[in-house]
């Protein structure tokens, strides 16, 4: 079945750079996605990527989409203490007849250090 | 628009009551989705409508469960006994269509507490 797969935590310093990683299985996906969680509160869409790209850039983002290898990295640049949350991939369902559903990752906790 | 309105956002029960979730979808969003976070399970999607229609309620875990949409602009999730397995953040969300990039908006969420 349709699966999304995240690392559950990861710990950088401030001012560095921040790669979480993602792997997924549904190939016919159109769209991937990264949402942001802050405590206490829902998620909200960082950024999204077109399967046909391989690299969106977005001010101090950037997603990477390797779609042989079914892999998703979110790069946040310049991390600052800001940016600690839980963060989630997910794919789109269905491909060409896509219903709108969302398989999400476990999420991934960004702790920043200053 | 006010975004996903969800009510109430603090929920505290005791075991075997019934619980009745709220949600009001962005005007003009044709799917809403209902969603269950816990540590252990992490977020799960528990049911979704298409016009107010139930397309898939795969993921509701129990009879115990249940979701109605009776309107474009209403959705409820009951759990009816509530057990303290079911204490969770309820999440809702919405999106105006499937495909074309349109993330889903997500409600902030109701913490219910069953004990």
């Known amino acids: 079945g349709e699966?999304?797969?995240q690392s559950l935590f990861l710990s950088v310093r401030e001012g560095d750079s921040s790669v979480i990683n993602c792997t997924y299985t549904d190939s016919s996906s159109?769209?991937?996605?990264?949402?942001?969680?802050?405590?206490?509160?829902?998620?909200?869409?960082?950024t999204y990527i077109f399967s046909n790209m391989d690299m969106k850039q977005d001010q101090r983002l950037t997603v990477l989409?390797?779609?042989k290898d079914k892999h998703l990295s979110l790069r946040i640049a310049d991390t600052q203490t800001g940016d600690s949350a839980i963060y989630?991939?997910?794919e789109s369902m269905g491909g060409s007849?896509?219903?709108?559903?969302l398989i999400f990752g476990q999420g991934t906790t960004l702790q920043v250090k200053p | 628009d006010a975004g996903v309105i969800q009510s109430p956002r603090h929920e505290v029960t005791e075991m075997g009551q019934e619980?009745?979730?709220?949600?009001k979808p962005i005007s003009g969003?044709?799917?809403l989705f209902w969603y269950r976070q816990t540590m252990m399970r992490g977020l799960e999607l528990l049911i979704y409508f298409n016009n107010n229609v139930p397309i898939d309620d795969s993921g509701m875990p129990e009879d115990r469960f249940s979701a109605k949409m009776p309107n474009a602009s209403f959705s409820t999730l009951k759990i009816q006994p509530s057990e303290p397995r079911d204490s969770a953040v309820y999440f809702c969300a919405s999106t105006p269509?499937?495909?074309g990039g349109e993330t889903q908006y997500f409600g902030p969420g109701t913490r219910l507490l069953v004990l």
């Open chain 1, 65 to 67: 989409l390797n779609k």
């Open chain 1, 97 to 101: 007849s896509n219903t709108g559903k």
């Open chain 1, 3 to 5: 699966d999304v797969e």
């Open chain 2, 29 to 31: 969003h044709d799917y």
């Open chain 2, 97 to 99: 269509r499937a495909g």
């Open chain 2, 19 to 23: 619980v009745t979730l709220r949600c």
């Open chain 1, 88 to 90: 989630f991939c997910a």
């Open chain 1, 30 to 46: 159109t769209y991937l996605y990264w949402y942001k969680q802050e405590p206490g509160a829902g998620l909200q869409l960082l």
